[in-house]
Nanobody, 121 residues
Framework: QVQLVESGGGSVQAGGSLSLSCAAS?????MGWFRQAPGKEREGVAT???????SYADSVKGRFTISKDNAKNTAYLQMNNLKPEDTAMYYC??????????????????WGQGTQVTVSS
């Protein structure tokens, strides 16, 4: 069982930056960030594996950066040039060996409690 604890998030104006952290109780092979806005389905944002291979949703490419410190069992999401449409509850997720991908059909077994990101125009 892997426990995930998120931190960071908050409110910022459009164009600003925020950073999220996710501390895991173990060292999961794959960690990712997902988000869900009110009235919308959850969507994948980015994933990264223990080798540092990262994948990003098209909507955040060039603006968000995911990283993982294996020594600290912590994943990070640096969010720059934030837009109002980035407003959502952000969730950290993790899984073991397997396909490390954010897209539809991806399977993650462990989830954090979520942290709110609000971007005002």
């Amino acid at each position: 069982q892997v426990q995930l604890v998120e931190s960071g998030g908050g409110s910022v104006q459009a164009g600003g930056s925020l950073s999220l952290s996710c501390a895991a109780s173990g060292n999961p092979y794959c960690m990712g960030w997902f988000r869900q806005a009110p009235g919308k389905e959850r969507e994948g944002v980015a994933t990264i594996d223990n080798y540092g291979s990262a994948s990003y949703a098209d909507s955040v490419k060039g603006r968000f950066t995911i990283s993982k410190d294996n020594a600290k069992n912590t994943a990070y999401l640096q969010m720059n040039n934030l837009k109002p449409e980035d407003t959502a509850m952000y969730y950290c997720a993790a899984r073991g060996i397997g396909v490390c991908y954010y897209g539809p059909g991806s399977i993650f077994y462990y989830w954090g409690q979520g942290t709110q990101v609000t971007v005002s125009s």
